[in-house]
């Protein structure tokens, strides 16, 4: 497909379990964001990429939470520990241009439910 | 720092119904203003944006206004359809220079029923 794909689409982790969501952007962006939407607010930036550099990691709530980018396309966001608080839905976004210079492609996003 | 403050929803028209949703920011210099729609079962999408004071965004009917002396940005339909139900963001970009992340508003649900 032409844009961002997410996977999976839903998770059920238990209380303390590791997840992985992963993030296709869309072929040869340069940029790529993750952002963290709880029910019924707006989303909040976790991290950017620029190729496979992380350039901004500012939002990451803990050191529980860690993405990566090591080639420069396909990201992964890491939950270690999950708790119930990180229940949430989980956006990419990624942009033919260096950060908002052009404009972002979001993806359908991954739904966290911790129980 | 900066930030965005939308209306609260949700709002529900009549099709046909004028909309305003109002937005307004704080922010460090002027950044672009941007509204990011959300269908249900879809991913986050650019509605429009403005790059600089005065000027004003459009598409698919909408449409915003860059204000600066208002610090505002409120969207605005003449003539709502069911097709527009969804949820509507506001946001803007920071850091001023770097631009490497969005802040958006709480969102704003619009329900139009026949």
């Known amino acids: 497909g032409a844009g961002v794909s997410q996977s999976p689409r839903y998770k059920v982790a238990k209380r303390g379990q590791d997840v992985a969501l992963r993030c296709d952007p869309i072929?040869?962006?340069?940029?790529l964001f993750w952002y963290q939407q709880a029910l019924g607010q707006g989303p909040e930036f976790l991290t950017y990429?620029?190729?496979?550099?992380?350039?901004?990691k500012s939002g990451l709530p803990s050191d529980r939470f860690f993405a990566e980018r090591p080639e420069g396309s396909v990201s992964t966001l890491k939950i270690q520990r999950t708790q119930q608080e990180d229940s949430a839905v989980y956006l990419c976004?990624?942009?033919?241009?260096?950060?908002?210079?052009?404009?972002?492609?979001f993806g359908q996003g991954t739904r966290l439910t911790v129980v | 720092g900066d930030s965005v403050t939308q209306m609260e929803g949700p709002v529900t028209l009549s099709e046909e119904a004028f909309l305003t949703i109002n937005c307004t920011y704080t922010?460090?210099?002027?950044?672009?203003l941007f509204w990011y729609v959300q269908y249900p079962g879809e991913g986050l999408q650019l509605l429009l944006k403005?790059?600089?004071?005065?000027d004003k965004g459009s598409n698919k009917g909408f449409e915003a206004t860059y204000r600066k002396e208002t610090t505002s940005f409120h969207l605005e339909k003449g003539s709502v359809q069911v097709s527009d139900s969804a949820v509507y963001f506001c946001?803007?970009?920071?850091?001023?220079?770097?631009?490497?992340?969005?802040?958006f508003g709480a969102g704003t649900r619009l329900a139009v029923h026949p």
């Open positions: 976004a990624s942009s033919p241009g260096q950060g908002l210079k052009a404009e972002a492609f």
């Open positions: 072929s040869g962006h340069v940029s």
């Open positions: 990429f620029q190729n496979e550099a992380q350039l901004d």
């Open positions: 922010a460090t210099g002027y950044p672009s």
């Open positions: 403005a790059t600089k004071a005065d």
């Open positions: 946001a803007l970009p920071t850091p001023p220079g770097g631009y490497n992340k969005l802040i």
